[in-house]
Protein backbone atom coordinates (compact mmCIF):
# COMPACT_ATOMS: atom_id res chain seq x y z
CA UNK A 1 0.00 0.00 0.00
CA UNK A 2 1.07 3.44 -0.99
CA UNK A 3 1.71 6.17 1.69
CA UNK A 4 -0.40 8.36 0.54
CA UNK A 5 -3.48 5.22 0.45
CA UNK A 6 -2.58 4.76 3.90
CA UNK A 7 -2.25 8.42 4.42
CA UNK A 8 -6.26 8.52 3.05
CA UNK A 9 -7.63 5.72 5.20
CA UNK A 10 -6.20 6.61 8.23
CA UNK A 11 -8.05 9.79 7.07
CA UNK A 12 -11.65 8.19 6.25
CA UNK A 13 -11.13 5.96 9.55
CA UNK A 14 -10.73 9.39 11.68
CA UNK A 15 -13.88 10.43 9.66
CA UNK A 16 -15.71 7.77 10.34
CA UNK A 17 -15.01 7.68 14.18
CA UNK A 18 -16.00 11.69 14.48
CA UNK A 19 -19.26 10.92 12.57
CA UNK A 20 -20.11 7.89 14.55
CA UNK A 21 -19.13 10.33 18.18
CA UNK A 22 -21.23 12.74 16.22
CA UNK A 23 -24.53 10.36 15.97
CA UNK A 24 -23.57 8.71 19.17
CA UNK A 25 -24.05 12.14 21.06
CA UNK A 26 -27.34 12.68 19.44
CA UNK A 27 -28.53 9.69 20.61
CA UNK A 28 -27.91 10.03 23.87
CA UNK A 29 -30.11 13.00 24.26
CA UNK A 30 -33.63 11.66 25.16
CA UNK A 31 -36.65 11.42 23.44
CA UNK A 32 -38.94 13.22 26.50
CA UNK A 33 -36.43 16.67 25.78
CA UNK A 34 -38.16 17.00 22.23
CA UNK A 35 -41.65 15.92 23.41
CA UNK A 36 -41.19 18.57 26.19
CA UNK A 37 -40.06 21.30 23.78
CA UNK A 38 -43.18 20.58 21.95
CA UNK A 39 -45.42 20.71 24.51
CA UNK A 40 -44.01 24.24 24.86
CA UNK A 41 -44.78 25.39 21.37
CA UNK A 42 -41.38 24.58 19.51
CA UNK A 43 -43.48 24.12 16.19
CA UNK A 44 -44.40 27.61 16.72
CA UNK A 45 -41.04 28.90 17.46
CA UNK A 46 -39.90 29.75 14.25
CA UNK A 47 -43.03 32.53 14.31
CA UNK A 48 -42.34 34.62 16.62
CA UNK A 49 -40.73 37.75 16.15
CA UNK A 50 -40.59 39.88 19.44
CA UNK A 51 -41.62 38.48 22.99
CA UNK A 52 -42.13 40.91 25.98
CA UNK A 53 -42.73 40.11 29.58
CA UNK A 54 -41.55 41.58 33.08
CA UNK A 55 -39.57 39.21 35.47
CA UNK A 56 -40.31 39.50 39.16
CA UNK A 57 -38.53 37.92 42.17
CA UNK A 58 -39.18 38.16 46.15
CA UNK A 59 -37.07 36.65 48.65
CA UNK A 60 -35.71 38.02 51.86
CA UNK A 61 -33.43 40.92 50.95
CA UNK A 62 -34.44 40.63 46.77
CA UNK A 63 -37.50 42.84 45.22
CA UNK A 64 -36.88 43.07 41.49
CA UNK A 65 -38.75 43.52 38.45
CA UNK A 66 -36.95 43.60 35.16
CA UNK A 67 -38.79 44.37 31.43
CA UNK A 68 -37.77 42.93 28.68
CA UNK A 69 -37.84 42.95 24.51
CA UNK A 70 -36.28 40.45 22.25
CA UNK A 71 -36.33 39.43 18.77
CA UNK A 72 -34.45 36.36 18.29
CA UNK A 73 -34.23 36.62 14.59
CA UNK A 74 -32.01 39.96 15.27
CA UNK A 75 -30.98 38.78 19.18
CA UNK A 76 -31.85 42.80 19.34
CA UNK A 77 -32.86 43.26 23.35
CA UNK A 78 -34.26 46.31 25.46
CA UNK A 79 -34.37 46.33 29.32
CA UNK A 80 -36.51 48.56 31.50
CA UNK A 81 -35.55 48.23 35.39
CA UNK A 82 -33.19 49.94 37.99
CA UNK A 83 -30.10 49.69 38.13
CA UNK A 84 -27.72 49.12 41.36
CA UNK A 85 -28.56 52.62 42.89
CA UNK A 86 -31.98 52.15 42.61
CA UNK A 87 -32.40 54.59 40.00
CA UNK A 88 -34.60 53.93 36.45
CA UNK A 89 -32.17 52.28 33.45
CA UNK A 90 -33.19 51.72 30.41
CA UNK A 91 -30.74 49.88 27.29
CA UNK A 92 -31.11 48.43 24.11
CA UNK A 93 -28.75 46.42 22.18
CA UNK A 94 -27.61 43.62 19.72
CA UNK A 95 -26.17 40.80 22.09
CA UNK A 96 -24.02 40.20 19.28
CA UNK A 97 -22.28 43.06 19.63
CA UNK A 98 -22.12 42.84 23.45
CA UNK A 99 -18.59 43.68 24.05
CA UNK A 100 -19.08 47.17 22.59
CA UNK A 101 -21.50 48.44 25.39
CA UNK A 102 -21.17 49.97 28.43
CA UNK A 103 -20.13 47.86 31.15
CA UNK A 104 -23.33 47.60 32.69
CA UNK A 105 -24.61 46.24 30.30
CA UNK A 106 -22.00 43.99 29.48
CA UNK A 107 -21.85 42.68 33.68
CA UNK A 108 -25.34 43.73 34.58
CA UNK A 109 -28.05 43.75 31.98
CA UNK A 110 -26.98 41.11 29.79
CA UNK A 111 -26.79 38.57 32.69
CA UNK A 112 -29.81 39.31 34.11
CA UNK A 113 -31.28 38.62 30.67
CA UNK A 114 -29.76 35.54 30.04
CA UNK A 115 -31.23 34.40 33.81
CA UNK A 116 -35.00 36.15 33.39
CA UNK A 117 -34.89 34.39 29.72
CA UNK A 118 -34.05 30.56 30.94
CA UNK A 119 -37.13 30.92 33.60
CA UNK A 120 -39.22 32.20 30.71
CA UNK A 121 -38.27 29.96 27.92
CA UNK A 122 -36.07 26.97 29.62
CA UNK A 123 -37.83 24.11 27.43
CA UNK A 124 -36.51 25.46 24.08
CA UNK A 125 -33.08 26.27 26.42
CA UNK A 126 -32.75 22.86 27.03
CA UNK A 127 -33.61 21.19 23.40
CA UNK A 128 -31.47 24.04 21.77
CA UNK A 129 -28.48 24.07 23.99
CA UNK A 130 -26.44 21.06 22.46
CA UNK A 131 -23.75 21.72 24.74
CA UNK A 132 -26.03 20.61 27.80
CA UNK A 133 -25.94 16.83 29.01
CA UNK A 134 -29.29 15.76 29.63
CA UNK A 135 -30.63 12.53 31.73
CA UNK A 136 -33.50 10.97 31.80
CA UNK A 137 -33.52 9.83 35.74
CA UNK A 138 -37.30 8.13 35.29
CA UNK A 139 -39.87 8.37 38.18
CA UNK A 140 -38.98 10.06 41.29
CA UNK A 141 -40.88 11.77 43.70
CA UNK A 142 -41.23 15.44 43.70
CA UNK A 143 -39.25 17.69 45.53
CA UNK A 144 -41.94 19.43 47.08
CA UNK A 145 -45.74 18.02 48.02
CA UNK A 146 -46.72 14.69 47.24
CA UNK A 147 -46.89 13.01 43.75
CA UNK A 148 -44.29 11.69 41.18
CA UNK A 149 -42.80 12.43 37.98
CA UNK A 150 -40.31 12.39 35.05
CA UNK A 151 -36.87 13.59 36.24
CA UNK A 152 -35.00 15.03 33.41
CA UNK A 153 -31.66 16.40 34.52
CA UNK A 154 -29.93 19.42 32.64
CA UNK A 155 -26.14 19.85 33.48
CA UNK A 156 -23.97 22.67 31.78
CA UNK A 157 -20.71 22.68 31.29
CA UNK A 158 -17.86 24.99 32.02
CA UNK A 159 -19.58 26.87 28.72
CA UNK A 160 -23.02 26.85 29.19
CA UNK A 161 -25.35 27.90 30.87
CA UNK A 162 -26.14 31.15 32.89
CA UNK A 163 -23.00 30.48 35.05
CA UNK A 164 -20.40 26.75 33.87
CA UNK A 165 -21.68 24.27 36.09
CA UNK A 166 -25.23 24.80 36.32
CA UNK A 167 -28.18 22.30 36.78
CA UNK A 168 -31.79 22.15 36.02
CA UNK A 169 -33.34 19.00 37.43
CA UNK A 170 -36.71 19.02 35.36
CA UNK A 171 -39.99 17.07 37.05
CA UNK A 172 -42.31 15.92 33.97
CA UNK A 173 -45.81 15.50 33.98
CA UNK A 174 -48.23 13.26 31.84
CA UNK A 175 -48.65 16.34 29.76
CA UNK A 176 -45.33 16.54 29.02
CA UNK A 177 -45.28 19.87 31.01
CA UNK A 178 -42.68 20.97 33.96
CA UNK A 179 -44.21 20.57 37.13
CA UNK A 180 -41.53 21.59 39.60
CA UNK A 181 -37.87 21.80 38.91
CA UNK A 182 -34.82 22.30 41.22
CA UNK A 183 -31.85 24.64 40.10
CA UNK A 184 -28.52 23.92 40.89
CA UNK A 185 -26.09 27.17 40.49
CA UNK A 186 -22.54 26.16 39.29
CA UNK A 187 -20.59 29.50 39.72
CA UNK A 188 -20.49 31.37 43.54
CA UNK A 189 -23.53 33.69 43.17
CA UNK A 190 -26.29 33.20 45.40
CA UNK A 191 -28.95 31.70 45.61
CA UNK A 192 -26.99 28.38 44.89
CA UNK A 193 -30.39 26.08 45.09
CA UNK A 194 -34.07 26.90 43.92
CA UNK A 195 -36.80 24.65 44.36
CA UNK A 196 -40.21 26.02 42.98
CA UNK A 197 -43.37 25.20 41.40
CA UNK A 198 -43.87 25.73 37.44
CA UNK A 199 -47.90 27.17 37.04
CA UNK A 200 -49.92 29.63 35.89
CA UNK A 201 -49.89 28.64 32.31
CA UNK A 202 -50.63 31.21 29.45
CA UNK A 203 -50.48 31.24 25.83
CA UNK A 204 -48.96 33.48 23.06
CA UNK A 205 -48.49 32.68 19.54
CA UNK A 206 -48.59 28.93 19.97
CA UNK A 207 -46.28 29.24 22.95
CA UNK A 208 -47.24 27.89 26.50
CA UNK A 209 -45.53 30.07 28.94
CA UNK A 210 -45.28 28.97 33.01
CA UNK A 211 -45.85 32.50 34.47
CA UNK A 212 -46.14 31.69 38.13
CA UNK A 213 -43.22 30.55 39.94
CA UNK A 214 -42.91 29.53 44.42
CA UNK A 215 -40.71 27.77 46.29
CA UNK A 216 -37.58 27.92 47.88
CA UNK A 217 -34.44 29.82 47.48
CA UNK A 218 -31.59 28.40 49.87
CA UNK A 219 -34.18 27.16 52.08
CA UNK A 220 -35.59 30.33 52.28
CA UNK A 221 -39.51 31.58 50.83
CA UNK A 222 -39.11 32.31 47.05
CA UNK A 223 -41.69 34.21 45.03
CA UNK A 224 -40.47 34.46 41.19
CA UNK A 225 -43.56 35.31 38.77
CA UNK A 226 -43.41 36.46 34.95
CA UNK A 227 -46.46 39.10 33.86
CA UNK A 228 -47.45 41.03 30.72
CA UNK A 229 -46.35 38.44 28.86
CA UNK A 230 -46.91 39.31 24.82
CA UNK A 231 -45.67 37.94 21.50
CA UNK A 232 -45.51 39.33 17.68
CA UNK A 233 -45.55 36.99 15.03
CA UNK A 234 -44.10 36.83 11.71
CA UNK A 235 -46.21 38.88 9.26
CA UNK A 236 -48.00 41.23 11.83
CA UNK A 237 -46.71 44.18 13.80
CA UNK A 238 -49.19 43.68 16.99
CA UNK A 239 -48.59 42.53 19.86
CA UNK A 240 -50.61 39.07 21.17
CA UNK A 241 -51.25 39.15 25.29
CA UNK A 242 -50.65 36.09 27.12
CA UNK A 243 -54.05 34.39 28.20
Known amino acids: MTSASRTMRALLLVCGVLILAATSRAQTRPPILEQVAKAYGLDSWDNITAIRYTWHAQFPGVDVSRTWTWEPKTNKVTYEGKGKDGKPVSATYLRSQLSSQPENVQKEIDPAFNNDNYWLLFPFHAYWDTSATITDQGKHKLPLGAGTATLLSVKYSGDGG ?22 HRGGPVKPSVVTSTWAGYKKAGGLDISTEHRGTADGKPLHLWISDVAVKVTGSDAWVNAQ
Open 162 to 183: YTPGDTWDLYIGKDNRVEQFVY
